[in-house]
């Protein structure tokens, strides 16, 4: 993957399975002073958050949030304090792989750990909550696109050219492959079969694109028939 962006900008040195849910995030642990926003460039804002490890400890930090690409698919730094503080605070190295997932303020993260993958590289953000969960990274691209506000992305196709869309739901972790996503994601559906049938017949605003309004709607179906696919 392509990081012109990132490397340019961000100095950092780029270097269906189960998969539960972990317990959520502790509270981030910050003072009055530690609750600002730094907007470190156009891509990458720092905020107050969590980073959940893998051995279920958490550390409270400023965490990078992408502002223009969603997700992480490199090592990233993290503060333990306002990045402009004085003293100036520790700047610290992180491996996606070392996280169970991270948050800050209503950004919510988990490294996508998919069968057959040697490194779990991908830390992804969820844009869907529900029975079925949505997350999504994108890869940088030479025209930057911003994220759609958040409410307006659940009505329009993602913009995004070389977008990674992953959905889980009972625990069940699956990648959704742009080249095979009328097939599968039309069996995934089936719970709802009028949208099923468009998925398959490709008409729309239900195509890869449009997987994020996709599932908000499936989702909407479950939450009205709690019966189905619980």
Known sequence: MKHFFYAATFLLPFGAAAQ????????????????????????????PGTLRLMDGSTVPAYVPVPTVYPGIDYTFIYYL????????????????????????GSHYFEPMRVPGEKKIKILAERFVNGPVEVF???????????????????????????????????GLLMQVDRSSFKDVMSQYLQDYPALATKVRAGEKDYH?????????????????????GQ
């Not at 959520?24 to 720092?46: E, K, L, Q």
């Not at 890869?208 to 189905?228: C, D, G, W």
């Open 81 to 104: 304090g306002y990045p402009k503080s004085k003293p100036k605070p520790a700047k610290k190295e992180m491996q996606v792989a070392q996280l169970q997932s991270m948050t800050a």
């Open 136 to 170: 999504l990274q994108a890869e940088a691209q030479r025209v930057p696109v911003p994220i759609p506000v958040a409410g307006a992305i659940l009505h329009t196709a993602v913009p995004y050219t070389n977008s990674h869309f992953f959905v889980r739901r009972n």
């Open 208 to 228: 890869y694109r449009n997987l994020i309004a996709i599932i908000t709607e499936f989702n909407a179906h479950l939450s009205s028939t709690p019966t189905q």
């Open 20 to 47: 539960q849910a972990p317990p959520p995030a502790s509270a981030p642990t910050v003072t009055a002073a530690d609750t600002a926003v730094y907007r470190y460039n156009r891509y990458i804002s720092f905020m």
